[in-house]
């Protein structure tokens, strides 16, 4: 898909390339992106973060030789996407975690990469104060039953907060897969009775569900940058995230950070903080803060506009 895409690109920029002033590519990094450059085109891209790491996750979590096989047969493109971004001169990196990677992985040019934190949209997502915090909710949301995410640890980890917590809920913002890991592991566990989830909601709806949670848990192996995160910090909602990755530059100290793939140190933060509404609310007031300074859209826009000029500037 990413090189069929970057064929379709040149191909409808032959016939309309004269009305863009900058080509601004989402992570696709292919082939097309090269001839766009060699026709002189001024190029940005993004990368949220290299997918080498979820290929590197996938193969350790592989069962058999034939397994590992079918996952670096499915990673294959990332060698375009290696050549693509060794060559790019303006590429964007959404924090300091995805830079440095982009570096190491993709051999990208240090000098040619930027951080642009992504924003979150502080009007929306905000404290619902005319929502009841439920005491005992812990909240996540789950986009793929793949390993990156640590949605099993999470499992592992709500399993033990239920045993110190019979009143303990978890509530997902998605959907596990039918037949899935996750779905294997909550019956496992016999969690299904405590584990509500939501599909196909508005982002209103989501904000609601966070207004009525006591907690919230990243449990993510690695974020390019954690938009979960910054989503549940500016709703207020004290946040428990891993190290994986960005989420400590997005969550600093507005938050309970944990090792990644760590059952037991999730359980133990999710269990202080659902016993302490006092710290709840100290670091929920301080997330909301962090976000609101920190990752603010109009500022990213700057940035990116920013990056943007010095890229027509650098073609002409």
């Known amino acids: 898909d990413p090189y069929t895409f970057g064929e379709r690109v040149v191909e409808y920029l032959d016939d309309h390339g004269d009305a863009y002033d900058v080509i601004h590519d989402n992570q696709s990094l292919s082939y097309g992106l090269l001839d766009l450059l060699d026709r002189d085109v001024p190029v940005v891209a993004t990368v949220h973060h290299p997918i080498t790491v979820d290929r590197e996750m996938d193969l350790a979590d592989a069962d058999d030789v034939t397994d590992r096989l079918l996952v670096r047969r499915w990673y294959s493109f990332l060698r375009m996407q290696r050549r693509v971004a060794s060559r790019l001169p303006h ?7 995805t830079r440095e990677r982009t570096v190491a992985d993709f051999g990208a040019d240090p000098d040619a990469v930027s951080v642009v934190h992504n924003g979150v949209d502080t009007d929306l997502f905000r404290p619902r104060p005319d929502v009841e915090t439920v005491p005992g909710r812990v909240m996540t949301t789950v986009s793929a039953d793949v390993p990156i995410k640590g949605t099993r640890h999470l499992l592992a980890a709500f399993a033990t907060v239920r045993e110190r917590r019979p009143d303990a809920e978890l509530t997902v913002v998605g959907q596990f897969d039918e037949g899935g890991t996750a779905a294997a592991l909550i019956d496992d566990l016999d969690l299904g009775d405590a584990i509500t989830t939501h599909s196909e909601i508005s982002a209103e709806r989501m904000v609601e569900l966070y207004g009525s949670a006591a907690v919230a848990v990243v449990p993510s192996l690695f974020e390019g940058f954690g938009l979960p995160a910054a989503e549940a910090m500016a ?14 530059e997005v969550v600093s100290d507005a938050g309970r950070l944990v090792p990644p793939g760590d059952p037991a ?52």
């Open 265 to 316: 140190a999730i359980a133990d933060a999710v269990c202080d903080l659902l016993a302490d509404p006092a710290a709840r609310s100290r670091l929920g007031d301080r997330a909301r803060e962090r976000v609101c300074q920190a990752f603010d859209w109009d500022e990213a826009a700057r940035e990116t506009a920013a990056i943007y000029r010095e890229a027509i500037r650098a073609h002409r």
């Open 91 to 97: 590429v964007v990196g959404v924090s300091e975690a």
């Open 235 to 248: 709703c207020g909602v004290p946040t428990v995230a891993t190290t994986g990755g960005a989420l400590p």
